[in-house]
Protein backbone atom coordinates (compact mmCIF):
# COMPACT_ATOMS: atom_id res chain seq x y z
CA UNK A 1 0.00 0.00 0.00
CA UNK A 2 1.64 3.77 -0.92
CA UNK A 3 2.18 5.13 2.34
CA UNK A 4 4.38 7.17 4.63
CA UNK A 5 6.43 6.31 7.61
CA UNK A 6 7.96 9.16 9.85
CA UNK A 7 10.59 7.35 12.43
CA UNK A 8 9.38 9.37 15.52
CA UNK A 9 11.85 10.99 18.64
CA UNK A 10 10.23 8.63 21.39
CA UNK A 11 10.31 4.41 20.63
CA UNK A 12 8.22 4.09 23.40
CA UNK A 13 5.62 6.36 21.94
CA UNK A 14 2.31 4.56 20.14
CA UNK A 15 2.91 4.26 16.43
CA UNK A 16 0.22 6.44 14.75
CA UNK A 17 -1.38 5.01 12.15
CA UNK A 18 -2.80 7.38 10.48
CA UNK A 19 -6.43 7.29 7.64
CA UNK A 20 -7.22 9.62 5.47
CA UNK A 21 -10.65 10.20 4.22
CA UNK A 22 -12.35 9.94 0.96
CA UNK A 23 -9.95 11.99 -1.85
CA UNK A 24 -7.57 12.15 0.71
CA UNK A 25 -3.74 10.96 0.25
CA UNK A 26 -1.37 9.81 2.64
CA UNK A 27 -0.04 13.77 3.22
CA UNK A 28 -3.79 14.66 4.96
CA UNK A 29 -3.12 13.72 8.01
CA UNK A 30 0.56 14.30 8.65
CA UNK A 31 -0.61 17.81 10.53
CA UNK A 32 -2.58 16.19 13.24
CA UNK A 33 -0.74 13.68 13.86
CA UNK A 34 1.99 14.99 14.56
CA UNK A 35 0.00 17.50 16.90
CA UNK A 36 -1.91 14.58 18.55
CA UNK A 37 1.86 13.12 19.13
CA UNK A 38 4.51 14.50 18.55
CA UNK A 39 7.17 12.00 19.28
CA UNK A 40 5.46 9.27 17.39
CA UNK A 41 6.85 7.39 14.60
CA UNK A 42 4.33 7.66 12.33
CA UNK A 43 2.90 5.19 9.18
CA UNK A 44 0.62 6.63 7.40
CA UNK A 45 -1.64 4.78 4.46
CA UNK A 46 -3.21 5.46 1.12
CA UNK A 47 -6.41 3.69 0.23
CA UNK A 48 -6.51 0.86 -2.48
CA UNK A 49 -9.65 1.62 -3.73
CA UNK A 50 -10.58 4.63 -6.00
CA UNK A 51 -14.36 6.33 -6.62
CA UNK A 52 -14.37 8.28 -9.57
CA UNK A 53 -10.66 8.59 -8.96
CA UNK A 54 -10.54 9.79 -5.72
CA UNK A 55 -8.89 7.21 -2.99
CA UNK A 56 -10.65 5.19 -0.36
CA UNK A 57 -10.05 2.46 1.67
CA UNK A 58 -12.98 0.21 0.27
CA UNK A 59 -15.86 0.20 -2.19
CA UNK A 60 -19.28 1.69 -1.44
CA UNK A 61 -22.85 1.07 -3.24
CA UNK A 62 -24.30 4.76 -2.30
CA UNK A 63 -23.28 6.96 0.02
CA UNK A 64 -23.41 5.53 3.19
CA UNK A 65 -24.24 1.69 1.85
CA UNK A 66 -20.83 0.20 2.49
CA UNK A 67 -19.91 -2.89 0.01
CA UNK A 68 -19.41 -5.25 3.28
CA UNK A 69 -17.46 -7.92 0.97
CA UNK A 70 -14.81 -5.35 -0.27
CA UNK A 71 -14.86 -3.51 3.61
CA UNK A 72 -13.63 -7.38 4.78
CA UNK A 73 -11.31 -7.92 2.56
CA UNK A 74 -9.67 -4.52 2.47
CA UNK A 75 -9.56 -4.50 6.28
CA UNK A 76 -8.09 -8.12 6.09
CA UNK A 77 -5.51 -6.37 3.55
CA UNK A 78 -4.94 -2.67 6.08
CA UNK A 79 -3.64 -5.55 8.96
CA UNK A 80 -1.74 -7.38 7.11
CA UNK A 81 -0.02 -4.41 5.61
CA UNK A 82 0.60 -2.88 9.09
CA UNK A 83 2.03 -6.33 10.01
CA UNK A 84 4.25 -6.18 7.65
CA UNK A 85 4.98 -2.52 8.10
CA UNK A 86 6.16 -3.50 11.24
CA UNK A 87 8.51 -6.24 10.22
CA UNK A 88 9.95 -3.50 7.63
CA UNK A 89 10.39 -0.30 10.01
CA UNK A 90 11.01 -2.38 13.31
CA UNK A 91 8.14 -0.58 15.35
CA UNK A 92 6.13 -2.38 18.28
CA UNK A 93 2.84 -3.89 16.36
CA UNK A 94 1.08 -4.20 19.31
CA UNK A 95 1.66 -0.25 19.54
CA UNK A 96 -0.41 0.66 17.21
CA UNK A 97 -3.13 3.68 17.54
CA UNK A 98 -5.19 4.45 14.87
CA UNK A 99 -6.03 7.82 13.77
CA UNK A 100 -8.34 8.37 10.95
CA UNK A 101 -11.00 10.45 9.65
CA UNK A 102 -14.48 9.64 7.79
CA UNK A 103 -13.66 6.88 5.96
CA UNK A 104 -10.65 6.21 7.29
CA UNK A 105 -11.93 6.26 10.42
CA UNK A 106 -14.65 3.46 9.15
CA UNK A 107 -12.15 1.23 8.33
CA UNK A 108 -10.49 1.56 12.04
CA UNK A 109 -13.43 0.85 13.20
CA UNK A 110 -13.49 -1.84 11.09
CA UNK A 111 -10.28 -3.20 12.08
CA UNK A 112 -11.55 -3.30 15.79
CA UNK A 113 -14.79 -4.97 14.39
CA UNK A 114 -12.79 -7.77 12.66
CA UNK A 115 -9.05 -8.15 14.52
CA UNK A 116 -8.56 -9.00 18.42
CA UNK A 117 -5.30 -6.87 19.26
CA UNK A 118 -5.11 -5.12 16.03
CA UNK A 119 -4.47 -1.85 17.57
CA UNK A 120 -3.98 -0.41 21.07
CA UNK A 121 -6.17 2.60 20.69
CA UNK A 122 -8.09 4.57 18.24
CA UNK A 123 -9.09 7.93 17.10
CA UNK A 124 -12.18 7.99 14.98
CA UNK A 125 -13.03 11.41 13.55
CA UNK A 126 -16.58 11.25 11.98
CA UNK A 127 -17.30 7.51 11.52
CA UNK A 128 -20.00 5.13 11.15
CA UNK A 129 -20.39 1.46 12.04
CA UNK A 130 -18.81 -0.48 9.55
CA UNK A 131 -20.53 -3.44 10.26
CA UNK A 132 -23.75 -4.76 11.66
CA UNK A 133 -24.87 -7.82 13.35
CA UNK A 134 -21.61 -9.21 13.79
CA UNK A 135 -19.56 -10.61 17.16
CA UNK A 136 -17.00 -7.63 18.37
CA UNK A 137 -13.47 -9.22 19.82
CA UNK A 138 -12.76 -8.83 23.54
CA UNK A 139 -11.55 -5.05 23.50
CA UNK A 140 -11.59 -5.06 26.93
CA UNK A 141 -10.28 -1.71 28.31
CA UNK A 142 -9.22 -0.52 24.96
CA UNK A 143 -9.32 3.46 24.71
CA UNK A 144 -11.29 5.09 21.82
CA UNK A 145 -12.19 8.27 21.28
CA UNK A 146 -14.86 9.00 19.08
CA UNK A 147 -15.05 13.08 17.35
CA UNK A 148 -18.56 13.49 15.81
CA UNK A 149 -21.00 16.42 14.76
CA UNK A 150 -24.00 16.72 16.07
CA UNK A 151 -25.25 17.96 12.74
CA UNK A 152 -22.97 15.82 10.32
CA UNK A 153 -25.31 14.86 7.55
CA UNK A 154 -23.40 11.75 6.77
CA UNK A 155 -22.61 10.05 9.85
CA UNK A 156 -26.01 10.68 11.90
CA UNK A 157 -26.06 11.16 15.98
CA UNK A 158 -27.77 7.55 15.89
CA UNK A 159 -25.21 6.66 13.89
CA UNK A 160 -22.29 7.66 16.42
CA UNK A 161 -23.94 6.34 19.34
CA UNK A 162 -24.99 3.33 17.57
CA UNK A 163 -21.25 2.72 17.22
CA UNK A 164 -20.16 3.79 20.41
CA UNK A 165 -22.72 1.50 22.33
CA UNK A 166 -21.18 -1.02 20.22
CA UNK A 167 -18.02 -0.59 21.01
CA UNK A 168 -19.04 -0.37 24.92
CA UNK A 169 -20.30 -3.27 24.81
CA UNK A 170 -17.88 -5.27 23.65
CA UNK A 171 -15.31 -3.63 26.56
CA UNK A 172 -13.86 -0.27 24.87
CA UNK A 173 -13.58 2.74 26.86
CA UNK A 174 -15.21 5.32 24.41
CA UNK A 175 -14.79 8.63 25.20
CA UNK A 176 -17.44 10.85 22.69
CA UNK A 177 -16.61 14.32 21.75
CA UNK A 178 -19.27 16.51 19.97
CA UNK A 179 -19.43 20.07 17.65
CA UNK A 180 -21.44 21.34 15.26
CA UNK A 181 -19.43 21.90 12.15
CA UNK A 182 -20.85 19.19 10.61
CA UNK A 183 -18.76 16.55 8.97
CA UNK A 184 -15.59 18.80 9.59
CA UNK A 185 -12.16 17.59 11.12
CA UNK A 186 -12.09 21.03 13.07
CA UNK A 187 -8.94 22.77 14.79
CA UNK A 188 -11.15 22.05 18.38
CA UNK A 189 -12.00 18.46 17.78
CA UNK A 190 -8.21 18.11 16.58
CA UNK A 191 -7.24 19.52 19.96
CA UNK A 192 -9.38 17.24 22.14
CA UNK A 193 -8.55 14.48 20.45
CA UNK A 194 -4.58 15.49 21.66
CA UNK A 195 -5.87 15.70 25.23
CA UNK A 196 -7.34 12.78 25.08
CA UNK A 197 -4.30 10.88 23.63
CA UNK A 198 -1.73 12.84 26.07
CA UNK A 199 -4.43 11.17 29.27
CA UNK A 200 -4.52 7.67 27.97
CA UNK A 201 -0.93 7.58 26.64
Same mark, same amino acid.
Given at each position: ??????????????????????? !???????????????????????????? #???PRFFRR??? !??????????????????????????????????????? #???????????????????????????????????????????? !???????????????????????? !???????????????????????????????
Amino acid at each position: MKHIFKQGSNEEAPVLLLLHGTG !GTEEDLLGLGEMISPDSSILSVRGNVLE #NGMPRFFRRLAE !GVFDEEDLIFRTKELYEFVDSASQQYRFNRSEVVAVGYS #NGANIASSLLFHYKNSLKGAILHHPMVPRRGMEIPDLNGLPVFI !GAGANDPICTPQETEDLSTLLINA !GAAVELHWERFGHQLTQTEAVSAAAWFEKNF
